[in-house]
Nanobody
Framework: QVQLVESGGGLVQAGGSLRLSCAAS????????MGWYRQTPGKERELVAS???????NYASSVKGRFTISRDDARNTVHLQMVSLKSEDTAVYYC?????????????????WGQGTQVTVSS
């Protein structure tokens, strides 16, 4: 099993910056794509940014040029650096990781979600 622990959310003024982190732990033997999604009430969860095991990145058009995703494979951690924040970036941000773990019967590749961290940008 894999556990994800997120940190770094909070309240910030428009134009400010925040850095989100997500650390994966457990009996991990491999991590593929890592990413961040966000969700606001009444809307579907949407992809913000993702990064593959090879380092290729993908961003939502609304955050390109303002958000940067990075990963530290030695620590099984993914970060999301957010600058020039806008009120429309307010949401609950979720970490998403595709990871392989050891089980009692062998190995298992699954997608895992963090518990979510609130980001609030005041205008």
């Amino acid at each position: 099993q894999v556990q994800l622990v997120e940190s770094g959310g909070g309240l910030v003024q428009a134009g400010g910056s925040l850095r989100l982190s997500c650390a994966a732990s457990g009996s991990i033997y491999r991590i593929n794509t890592m990413g961040w999604y966000r969700q606001t009430p009444g809307k579907e969860r949407e992809l913000v940014a993702s990064i593959t095991g090879g380092g290729s990145t993908n961003y939502a058009s609304s955050v390109k040029g303002r958000f940067t995703i990075s990963r530290d494979d030695a620590r099984n951690t993914v970060h999301l650096q957010m600058v020039s924040l806008k009120s429309e970036d307010t949401a609950v941000y979720y970490c998403n990781v595709e990871a392989g773990s050891y089980t009692a019967w062998g190995t298992r590749m699954s997608v895992y979600w963090g518990q979510g961290t609130q980001v609030t940008v005041s205008s």
